[in-house]
């Protein structure tokens, strides 16, 4: 049974930075296309960023361009966003994600605070 388990997150300042985790258990996570996203109370769930099975193909929202960096790292199974310059619009929980032609699975969700 695939799991994913979400960590880091927390308050911060505007202008500060912080890194979400992910961590896969019960599949070969090189199978999976992997990616962020983010949601706020009442909203609908938004992509962040994604990365192919590999890290040569990314792409991010151009919300966060330039300011978030995705990693993923298949041997251990885990998967990282860095988050630069964060905003006070950035607040929201953080899922993981991967997915391929099998499933679709979520981590439980992180929360990150941006003050102003």
């Known amino acids: 049974q695939v799991q994913l388990v979400d960590s880091g997150g927390g308050q911060v300042q505007a202008g500060a930075s912080l890194s979400v985790s992910c961590a896969a258990s019960?599949?070969?996570?090189?199978?999976?296309?992997v990616g962020w996203f983010r949601q706020v109370s009442g909203k609908e769930r938004e992509f962040v960023a994604g990365?192919?099975?590999?890290?040569?193909?990314?792409e991010y929202s151009d919300s966060v361009k330039g300011r978030f960096t995705m990693s993923r790292d298949n041997a251990k199974r885990t998967m990282i966003l860095q988050m630069n310059s964060l905003k006070p619009e950035d607040t929201a929980v953080y899922y993981c994600?991967?997915?391929?032609?099998?499933?679709?699975?979520w981590g439980q969700g992180t929360q990150v605070t941006v003050s102003s």
């Open positions: 019960g599949a070969p996570f090189s199978w999976y296309v």
């Open positions: 990365m192919g099975r590999s890290e040569n193909f990314v």
């Open positions: 994600n991967i997915r391929n032609t099998l499933g679709n699975y």
